[in-house]
């Protein structure tokens, strides 16, 4: 286990709907990153917050936005959801600078 | 622009065979970290090792090795006497270090499917 939680595990909604992904880092972790796996593009990174700011954005679609809460928890939207939005979604935090990121398991997010 | 390429889609071994996963990856950094992460079946990323760049010494731990060549741009990672618990995809990934502005943000390969059959 380690520490990252992200819930749900499983969503599976139509297209043109709109969800919320939720990530509660590791106790003391300031840094919340988030990451997207589908089959085409692999692991790719989407964004990233520290300690409740902005800090460095991938390829992230306009439809997506996320931010990060004074408790340090994070959520990533995604609205006028598509096809090829389906994929396993990731959050990850790591403590501060330079130190490494441990990964939640992933919501899986399924599109029809 | 940095870039890790995993050349190998897929290793299958029979157990208590070594496997060897190769890792090269391009970056204009001096300083930066390298990673593998192991992706079980189930899905989830588990991290297994983080080496700076300035430590190039060889690492063991338990069944699992990595050696760092910063010469030719390598990072590979060896199982020795696999077991059907390896099973999985093998991800190697690179990452600038502080103070760059990506700092943090892993760039990926695409990954080393792994299948140890008994």
């Known amino acids: 286990d380690s520490g990252v939680t992200q819930t749900p595990k499983h969503l599976i909604t139509a297209t043109g709907q709109r969800v919320t992904l939720r990530c509660s880092p590791r106790s003391g972790d300031l840094s919340v990153y988030w990451y997207q796996q589908s089959l085409d593009q692999g692991l790719q990174f989407l964004i990233q917050y520290y300690n409740g700011e902005e800090r460095a954005k991938g390829n992230i679609l306009e439809r997506f936005s996320a931010q990060q809460f004074p408790d340090l928890h994070s959520e990533l939207n995604l609205s006028s959801l598509e096809l090829g939005d389906s994929a396993l979604y990731f959050c990850?935090?790591?403590?501060?600078?330079?130190?490494?990121?441990?990964f939640g398991q992933g919501t899986r997010l399924t599109v029809v | 622009a940095q870039k890790v390429t995993q050349a190998q889609t897929e290793i299958s071994v029979v157990e208590k065979e070594d496997v060897t996963l190769d890792c090269v990856y391009e970056?204009?950094?001096?300083?930066?970290?390298l990673f593998w992460y192991k992706q079980p079946p189930s899905g989830e990323l588990v991290f297994l090792i983080r080496r700076n760049s300035f430590d190039e010494q060889n690492e063991i731990s338990g069944r699992y090795s990595w050696n760092f060549q910063k010469s030719t741009s390598s990072f590979n990672f060896t199982i020795t006497a696999s077991q059907v618990v390896d099973s999985a995809v093998y991800f190697c990934a690179l990452s600038e270090a502080y103070p760059s502005d990506s700092w943090g943000k892993l760039q990926f390969g695409a990954g080393t499917q792994v299948v140890v059959t008994p």
């Open positions: 990850a935090s790591s403590a501060t600078v330079n130190t490494e990121a441990f």
């Open positions: 970056t204009r950094d001096t300083t930066y970290y």
